[in-house]
């Protein structure tokens, strides 16, 4: 667990553990009175969280004596005491705070001296410490040896995860094997945040998780500054260009994809509609609510010229079987002819670039592409000319395709990598940041990951939209902190609730080197790539190899 030398690390707190043997005997019997008064209160309960309680009760105490009886385990009184000291009255409060909030996180439960303990308590902590016998029988509780044996209350040295592999070390030299699929009662599900200053090793880092994930496991990655190609050409992967042009790929945000909720499949077309709506909002946001209500009829029946309704089974369909962008403006196009609205002509203007205009080559056009490889790097990085509406659009429509595909397979283990994921977030439009929250939550029923990736995650904390922002940083199960400086790090703080040791860690933080929090437990790490798998990561260490 590790969670007391947290507290040295930390907070550096003081503290001393006290065990004493017990008369097995004597605490048998003990134990039998404590299970019939509790089964007594239980039945005379008058509601149901104190029946609760009290059936708890006689359900651990008759587990203790089963392991002593039948495994022969000793059971012994367990005192730890902690001692917090600092040089000004508000740093000891503040402090003491945080070790209440460390020892609440693992449901135990801490007891303050009064006065006129101290004296005992400070002899008990002493360097020369001394058994406190008036502190021992008020404190003490028992506790089977494999318990605490088990437990590595101050263990720091090493994290090791089963089936895991070398991530790097920590602080104290300690190896780091990690395994991000690894789940307990701490580590709910896979995502993971990823923040870091540019130059961190942000980057880096997360290139040596995917090449230890492949192939076990399905990788997406969106790559809006081309940092993933060389390594996906290395290991057989495939890089499609998503920035528009004669050879690009193609993702037709017309071609309605199948929706899963709880493993079945939803009305398709309908929740697609949701998801055009948020795609034109991004692309058009000075359109009103009865422009998007008629663009909306305008879709409907375009989707009808193509036989496709709600009924429709999207499985059956071909991709050449969904309407193009230009199906859309030639349709609009021949109703303002036939009856000219001011709506018909606003619409046709905005709708002209993307369909037959100088940039309809992102999305005019069904889609293109094949999904053959266990990992598939979507390159927007020569979408820099276009404007950044066009930009949050196709990483909207990216991530939307990604996550159909995703989500097919539960039996097969998949990640979703959103790199520069700031530039997916609009405050103006809290429904591409509710997208981004939702599937993160649904990812580990579909055996899948959600690695959020950015510079500054003060973008996702805009009172407008702080509610899914929060909520998406908040609900991954490991973060990776690098080097973060002024707004950014006091956000970090904040959101994360760190000390203030954490957070100098992380202000000055090296390349390479981070917080990483998996669960409840937070380690200072130096992420450690084999020279071997440099050459493969990243093609600047091949360069420099040559020209030795």
Known sequence: MGWLGDLVNNIEAIFSINIEPTDNAELVE????????????????????????REMEVKEASDIISRMINNNEVVHYLTIYILVSAEEELEL????????????????????????????????????????????????????????????????NTFIDQKGYYL????????????????????????????GSSGSGKSMAVKHLIYNEIPKTKVFI?????????????????????????????????QVRVNREDGKESNSLSLHFQFLHTF?????????????????????????????????????????????????????????????????????????????????TIWNGHTNIDIDTKLTVFNTSQMHKFQIQYKRAQYYNIMSYSWDILSKNVDEQTMLIADECHVLVDPNIIQTLEYVRNISKRA?????????????????????????????????????????????????QEVFKLTEKETKLIYNAKRGECLLSAGIRKIYATIHIDEQELKILDKKFERIEDNE
């Open 280 to 360: 034109f909002e991004i692309l058009y946001q000075n359109l009103t609510d009865i422009e998007f209500a008629t663009l909306e009829l305008l879709l409907e029946e375009l989707y009808k010229k193509f036989n496709i309704t709600k009924e429709t089974d999207i499985n059956k369909l071909k991709n050449t079987d969904f309407p193009i962008m230009e199906d859309l403006y030639f349709l609009i196009l021949r109703k303002n002819k036939k009856d000219p609205k001011e709506v018909y002509e606003k619409l046709l203007s905005l709708i002209r670039p993307i369909s037959i205009g100088q940039s309809s």
């Open 93 to 156: 409060m503040k402090k003491c705070k945080e070790v209440e909030r460390e020892v609440r996180k693992h449901k135990l439960k801490m007891r303050p001296l009064t006065n006129y303990l101290l004296k005992s308590g400070y002899k008990a902590v002493a360097p020369f410490f001394t058994i406190q016998s008036e502190l021992s029988d008020y404190f003490k509780r028992n506790i089977l040896t494999s318990s605490f044996t088990g437990g590595f209350l101050f263990n720091t």
């Open 222 to 254: 969106i790559d809006p500054e081309d940092e993933y190609s060389y390594l996906c050409s290395r290991i057989g992967g495939k890089v499609i260009n998503c920035s528009g042009g004669a050879d690009g790929g193609i993702l037709n945000p017309l």
């Open 444 to 492: 580990r029923k579909y055996n899948s990951s959600i690695v959020v990736i950015t510079q500054s995650i003060e973008d996702f904390l805009n009172e407008k939209i702080k509610l899914y922002g929060q909520s998406l940083l908040a609900n991954a199960t490991y973060k990776m902190f690098f080097k973060c400086d002024g707004q950014d790090l006091k956000d970090i």
């Open 30 to 53: 003990s134990l039998d009175s404590r299970i019939r008064d509790a089964s007594g209160l239980s039945k005379l309960a008058k509601n149901e969280s104190t029946r609760q309680l």
């Open 168 to 195: 790097g070390v920590n602080q104290n030299g300690g190896i780091i094997i990690f395994n991000l699929w690894l789940k307990d009662n701490n580590r709910g599900n896979s995502n993971m945040v990823v923040v």
